[in-house]
């Protein structure tokens, strides 16, 4: 699966943002789905996780309650609402695709298989 991450962009502190990350091919529902971002020096890390249906979702805590993983699979795209962003959420922000973990859904300890191109969020203060 080719995967196209958009919805990158400069926001201020306090506002919203919504990728989306866009795949290709047919079986988009046979995949968990997640996003990540890395930040200039620092390791990636997942933020938010699904499963195939988007029934069942993981976030990492310096996001809960203001991200939302979401995924319509009649259009082979995954979200992330991201409201409320701080300064400290700047970051490239990475979509994934994973064939293991598609009942639960991504979260740590599973390394996707496919990772989009990547998009910029920059919030300033």
């Known amino acids: 699966v080719q995967l196209q991450a958009s919805g990158g962009g400069l926001v201020q502190a306090g506002g919203s943002l919504r990728l989306s990350c866009a795949a290709s091919?047919?079986?988009?529902?046979?995949?968990?789905m997640g996003w990540y971002r890395q930040a200039p020096g620092k390791e990636r890390e997942l933020l938010a996780g699904t499963n195939w249906s988007g029934g069942r979702t993981y976030y990492a805590d310096s996001v809960k309650g203001r991200f939302t993983i979401s995924r319509d699979n009649a259009k082979n795209t995954a979200f992330l609402q991201m409201n409320s962003l701080k300064p400290e959420d700047t970051a490239v922000y990475y979509c994934?695709?994973?064939?293991?973990?598609?009942?639960?859904?991504?979260?740590?300890?599973?390394?996707?298989?496919?990772w989009g191109q990547g998009t910029q969020v920059t919030v300033s203060s």
């Open positions: 994934a695709a994973s064939t293991y973990g598609t009942g639960l859904g991504i979260r740590p300890g599973i390394s996707p298989d496919y």
């Open positions: 091919g047919r079986t988009f529902s046979s995949y968990a």
